[in-house]
């Protein structure tokens, strides 16, 4: 009788926390569990190595994927549409890897005939609830199951002791303090002495950016011209969308341009200390944003502001697959329609400005903006616009006069002025004693 056993498929990175996850599915959940690699554009030893590492921890089979393309087309051209930054800051790196990951585990699933998917990831993050919702928005009836969140290996040494006892090939070299997840967008540095919010990042987490104090001294041009939203010339060279990411990920990266140190609220709750590198991404998004100024109606521009905080929230909580994502791509879609153009970029020592756009769709007037003789724009009609612009508020102050309403309503000073000596009272201890500081500093 042929082998019963159920089967898992398992996101694998070749880490040793995934390689124990083999041998802990078969040993504690009696499944046989098939590998699968994706290739976003990490850093990595050797796709081949890896998959033998999987092979030698146990597992079937060991699917290995390049996901770059796609990655690409389909994942970061929709983020570039949104302007895509959790918190105004961080560019979802890790969020953007795990829909399209968990998008090629659930194939594997369907195609070795698969109860389970697992994950390697702990309890605490974000990449957990991503990979989750992910595949239960793909499949709802495959089942979840991530060892990590149930196994008692609490240390690095209890899981290298119990890596060696169960055969798995256990790192040589010392491993880094640093939580690193990386892909073609970026990557994301925590842990380690980055724990501590008022420590500055050390030199070293840094690896896809030089010191911007070691950058050239001489400022790089690049120009990225775009069609219906998306890069696809730099310098005049035409590459697709992924050949430009990797172009400029090497010429930001070269001046130093392209890291963030932020404080991040999580989904689960906390609060954590992120450190990112992300060149590219934050080139791109700059220069879309400086043709969307262009090109944009002024309606639709403000209104895609508030679309676009939308669509990194969802996204980076997991909803990539959600119904709210999809119609809200269908509106970035519909803004990015016009914009094309070509937009300047500037780089030097760690800063990237934008410098020019032009655009044959550019709602930019010179008649209408000039403040020279050329100028067309009607003045007198300035005067009834603003009568009846401010009428509602010249109502609303005719009637609070009217009516003695005391002028501090009115005044902004005098309902809260800056600290002066006894004016304010705290009411916790560390309150009154920052208080107390800085009255004294003022005295
Ligand atoms: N905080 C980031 C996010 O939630 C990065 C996560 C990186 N993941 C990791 N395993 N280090 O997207």
């Excluded at 990951?101 to 369907?110: E, F, Q």
């Excluded at 990194?312 to 990539?320: D, K, P």
Aim: charged residues 25%; glycine residues 8%; aromatic residues 8%.
């Amino acid at each position: 009788m042929a082998d019963q056993k159920e089967k898992a498929v398992l996101a694998y990175s070749g880490g040793l926390d995934t390689s124990c996850c083999i041998k802990w599915l078969q040993e504690n959940k009696g499944v046989d569990v098939i590998a699968v690699v994706g290739d976003v554009g990490q850093e990595h030893e050797g796709l081949e190595k890896i998959k033998q590492k999987a092979l030698k921890s146990g597992a079937l089979d060991c699917l290995v994927v390049d996901m770059r393309e796609t990655f690409a087309k389909e994942y970061l051209a929709k983020a570039l549409a949104a302007n895509a930054m959790y918190e105004n800051k961080y560019p979802l790196v890790s969020a953007l890897s795990r829909p399209l990951i968990s998008k090629h585990l659930v194939d594997a699933a369907h195609k070795f005939g698969a109860k389970y998917i697992a994950h390697g990831c702990t309890g605490k993050g974000n990449d957990q609830v991503r990979f989750e919702s992910s595949i239960t928005m793909l499949d709802p009836d495959i089942e979840i199951l991530a060892p990590v969140r149930e196994w008692e290996l609490k240390t690095r040494p209890e899981e290298m002791e119990w890596a060696q006892a169960h055969g798995i090939e256990v790192p040589t070299t010392k491993k880094s303090p640093y939580s690193i997840d990386d892909n073609l967008w970026g990557r994301a540095i925590e842990c380690g002495v980055l724990e501590d919010p008022w420590t500055e990042p050390p030199a070293d987490i840094y690896t896809m950016t030089s010191d911007p104090m070691q950058a050239p001294d001489q400022p790089e041009y690049v120009e990225l011209t775009f069609a219906r939203g998306l890069p696809y010339m730099i310098n005049g060279d035409q590459k697709s969308f992924l050949g430009i990411i990797y172009a400029l990920n090497e010429i930001a990266g070269k001046h130093g341009y392209g890291r963030i140190d932020m404080i991040e609220n999580r989904l689960v709750g906390v609060k954590s200390r992120e450190c990112y590198e992300v060149p590219a991404g934050l080139a791109l998004i700059q220069a879309h944003k400086a043709l969307e100024d262009l090109v944009l109606e002024r309606e639709v521009l403000h209104y895609k502001l508030g679309m676009e905080q939308a669509w990194a929230t969802a996204v980076y909580n997991g909803q990539w697959f959600s119904p709210l994502k999809e119609a809200i791509d269908a509106f970035m879609a519909s803004t990015q329609r016009c914009l094309s153009g070509t937009v300047r970029l500037k780089f030097y020592k760690g800063s990237c400005t934008v410098v020019g756009r032009k655009s044959a769709y550019s709602l930019y007037d010179y008649a209408l903006a000039t403040y020279d003789k050329d100028d067309a724009f009607d003045h007198t009609a300035a005067k009834g616009f603003i009568k009846l612009q401010t009428l509602s508020g010249k109502t609303w102050a005719s009637n609070r006069r009217q009516e003695g309403a005391p002028a501090e309503l009115f005044d902004a000073e005098k309902q809260q002025g800056p600290l002066k000596k006894g004016k304010y009272e705290d009411v916790t201890p560390l309150g009154k004693q920052v208080v107390a500081e800085a009255e004294a500093v003022l005295a």
